[in-house]
T-cell receptor, first 114, second 112 residues
Framework: QKEVEQDPGPLSVPEGAIVSLNCTYS??????FMWYRQYSRKGPELLMY????GNKEDGRFTAQVDKSSKYISLFIRDSQPSDSATYLC??????????????FGKGITLSVRP | DTGVSQNPRHKITKRGQNVTFRCDPI?????LYWYRQTLGQGPEFLTY????????KSRLLSDRFSAERPKGSFSTLEIQRTEQGDSAMYLC??????????FGSGTRLTVV
């Protein structure tokens, strides 16, 4: 079993839909959680970062973390064609003064139809 | 300096050749990471520098791979005797603290 599992895609939704993207993880040591957006042939771009259970909102995006269930989600409200991209969840462990490497999910490709 | 810069953007090489990629991080960032991403997969950690010191290498980094970060500034990743399985996107990222990861656009390597 991989440390981070991400719902398989691709996912196609109409413009204006609410999108829910999900990841589960097996390593209870993970302390912080990120969502990245990656456009074709580009590097990942950080969308959301959180380290506690609960919800964090930023504009149309909400990141949700449930550490007891080892489950994180990203919700996109009022989805736009410009949201069409691959979304990657990533997780890490704090080590003071040391490596903060991230473990990524496989990514899910989202297409928002006009 | 507004981002992480990687060169070249795309490299096509014949099997058995050596290749070198360069990463210029955000200037004030002391942490630098290399990741590899294959089609349909998320990025996988390769190696990490804090300033000029290489502090961790993944088991993915075989002895054909070497990375340097002289003087804690730019970094290079060299692959010797390339194999077709090395074809991937090589991503560099830099940060000041754990939550400030900024990725470059990557170098896409194609080994023919």
């Amino acid at each position: 079993q991989k440390e981070v599992e991400q719902d398989p895609g691709p996912l196609s939704v109409p413009e204006g839909a609410i999108v829910s993207l999900n990841c589960t993880y097996s390593n209870s040591a993970f302390q912080y959680f990120m969502w990245y957006r990656q456009y074709s042939r580009k590097g990942p771009e950080l969308l959301m970062y959180t380290y506690s259970s609960g919800n964090k909102e930023d504009g149309r995006f909400t990141a949700q973390v449930d550490k007891s269930s080892k489950y994180i989600s990203l919700f996109i409200r009022d989805s736009q064609p410009s949201d069409s991209a691959t979304y990657l969840c990533a997780m890490g462990i704090y080590y003071t003064g040391a490596n903060s490497k991230l473990t990524f999910g496989k990514g899910i490709t989202l297409s928002v139809r006009p | 300096d507004t981002g992480v810069s990687q060169n070249p953007r795309h490299k096509i090489t014949k099997r058995g050749q050596n290749v070198t990629f360069r990463c210029d991080p955000i200037s004030e960032h002391n942490r630098l990471y290399w990741y590899r991403q294959t089609l349909g997969q998320g990025p996988e950690f390769l190696t990490y520098f804090q300033n000029e010191a290489q502090l961790e290498k993944s088991r993915l980094l075989s002895d054909r791979f070497s990375a340097e970060r002289p003087k804690g500034s730019f970094s290079t990743l060299e692959i010797q005797r390339t194999e077709q399985g090395d074809s991937a996107m090589y991503l560099c990222a830099s940060s000041l603290v754990e939550d400030g990861y900024t990725f470059g656009s990557g170098t896409r390597l194609t080994v023919v």
